[in-house]
């Protein structure tokens, strides 16, 4: 079989660089199904591994890459076959493990979830590692007995990957949906994803009180750090807050008022090492509850030789909904 294409991450002089380079399947790690990848897709963690500003990479050289949708070409797992279209996301691929920018991968079948029936490929990658995320929240959410009727839900970082796709679905459920944007200029994308509600970033990251009035039945924080502990503040007695990120920071400056005095919950979401089976219900439910013309607004499609320029973008905040990366473009 001939060469193909991947992007190479490597290490000079302490410096991550990222280049397109030729690999034959031999180069590929010794895992026990090949697939031919379709597209993937750029999540914040990989804007922050292909530049190098995180340190998600740890082993030189590697793919990264955290996504991918594809079609098995052998298998050495009794699961899969060939022409199996598979879809993976997490697990440490695209970190720890060779990933989806290439246009193979030998991968652990236990990674593989099949493709959802009825779903385009490309689809699940317009959703991807981000969507799926904001779908986890909104589980959490429900499990934790927020509704429509309770009340208003607020998303952070919500002209981003997870949560553009979080007020879609929301709002697609029903619920009433807040938006915090640092970006003005989104207001017109975020309500048309259905958003009722567009507010400031600066104001919702001021220092908060240890209680403020009660304004939301749920959130989906993306930000952490003041943000977070603002929404933990104004949550309503019995509030549902779901954290998934730290596009602010990783830091968390709150009381314990919000939990002993109005019954709030703090729910951590991870898609990385998410049970299958949660990921398979997850799926399913993005297949009918996100709806369709949501993610023509959502998404835009790259080539892999663009994938640096936009990594530098989407760790500077300036990449609006998701992006495709198409391996064959
Ligand atoms: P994006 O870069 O697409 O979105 C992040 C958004 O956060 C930006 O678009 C921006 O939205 C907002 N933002 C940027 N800088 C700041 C800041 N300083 N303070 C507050 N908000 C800011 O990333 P993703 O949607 O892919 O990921 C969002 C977060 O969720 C990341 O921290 C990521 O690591 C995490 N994540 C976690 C997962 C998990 O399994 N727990 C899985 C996927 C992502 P706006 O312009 O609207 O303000």
Redesign the pocket.
């Known amino acids: 079989m001939g060469m193909f294409k991947a992007l190479v991450l490597n290490q000079d002089e302490g410096k991550t660089t990222a280049a397109v380079e030729e690999l034959a399947l031999t180069d590929l790690p010794d895992e026990n199904v090949l697939v031919k990848v379709d597209y993937s897709s750029?999540?914040?963690?990989?804007?922050?591994a292909v530049t190098g500003k995180g340190k998600i990479i740890r082993k030189f050289p590697m793919v990264p890459g955290?996504d991918m949708v594809g079609t098995v070409e052998e298998s050495a797992d009794d699961r899969y076959s060939a022409g199996d279209k598979v879809v993976l996301t997490?697990w440490g691929v695209g970190e720890n493990f060779w990933g989806g920018y290439a246009q193979y991968a030998r991968l652990k079948a236990d990674w593989l979830v099949p493709l959802p029936e009825g779903m385009e490929p490309i689809r699940t990658m317009q959703i991807?590692?981000?969507g799926?995320?904001?779908m986890?929240c909104v589980m959490a959410l429900e499990e934790g007995g927020v509704t429509p009727e309770s009340g208003p839900i607020v998303v952070?970082?919500?002209?981003?990957?997870?949560?553009?796709?979080a007020v879609a679905i929301l709002a697609g459920l029903g619920y009433k949906v807040s938006?915090?944007?640092?970006?003005p200029e989104?207001e017109s994308y975020?309500r048309a994803l259905g958003a009722s509600e567009i507010l400031n970033?600066a104001e919702?990251?001021e220092p908060a009180r240890p209680l403020e009035k009660q304004k939301w039945a749920g959130a989906v924080d993306?930000?952490?750090?003041t943000?977070l502990a603002r929404i933990l503040a104004e949550a309503d007695y019995n509030g549902v807050v779901t954290?998934?990120?730290?596009?602010?920071?990783f830091k968390l400056p709150s009381t314990v008022m919000p939990f002993i005095l109005r019954n709030v919950r703090l729910q951590?979401?991870?898609?990385?090492m998410?049970p299958t089976e949660r990921r398979r219900v997850a799926w399913q439910r993005l297949l009918t509850q996100l709806p369709e013309n949501a993610l023509g607004d959502i998404a835009q499609i790259i080539a892999l030789s663009d994938v640096p320029d936009y990594a530098e973008k989407?760790?500077?905040?300036?990449?609006?909904?998701?992006?495709v990366v198409d391996l064959n473009a």
Do not use: H
């Open positions: 750029l999540n914040y963690k990989d804007g922050l955290i997490g991807g590692t981000a799926l995320t904001a986890l952070s970082g919500a002209a981003g990957g997870v949560g553009s796709v938006a915090i944007t640092g970006r989104t975020l970033r919702m990251a993306t930000a952490g750090d943000i954290a998934c990120g730290l596009a602010a920071s951590g979401v991870d898609s990385v998410c989407i760790t500077n905040g300036q990449v609006k909904g998701r992006v």
